[in-house]
Nanobody
Framework: QVQLVESGGGLVQPGGSLTVSCAAS????????MSWYRQAPGKVRELVAT????????NYADSVKDRFTISRDNAKNTMYLQMNSLKPEDTAVYYC????????WGQGTQVTVSA
């Protein structure tokens, strides 16, 4: 069955960097368009970044463009989100899923940006 396991979150100061990971299994990861999503307290889940199966084409939400980088390693069935110049408004639980998203979500990984 489909499994998505996010990891790597934590507490970071404003302006800092963090990389979160997504380990996927149970489907053909290498041919799947994958995305990172996030949900802040009291807000709806939003799309952060998307990457095509080959990894050659990416898209970003305006709020993270030029600060976040999405990547993938198809040999490891793993996707990454490198986050630089983090802001307090980046605080959220980060999730990975395909695009469009399936009904299966992982537990997410908490990213907190605070001094």
């Amino acid at each position: 069955q489909v499994q998505l396991v996010e990891s790597g979150g934590g507490l970071v100061q404003p302006g800092g960097s963090l990389t979160v990971s997504c380990a996927a299994s149970g489907f053909t990861f290498s041919s799947s368009v994958m995305s990172w999503y996030r949900q802040a307290p009291g807000k709806v889940r939003e799309l952060v970044a998307t990457i095509r199966g080959s990894g050659g084409l990416t898209n970003y939400a305006d709020s993270v463009k030029d600060r976040f980088t999405i990547s993938r390693d198809n040999a490891k069935n793993t996707m990454y989100l490198q986050m630089n110049s983090l802001k307090p408004e980046d605080t959220a639980v980060y999730y990975c899923n395909s695009w469009p998203p399936t009904l299966v979500w992982g537990q997410g990984t908490q990213v907190t940006v605070s001094a």
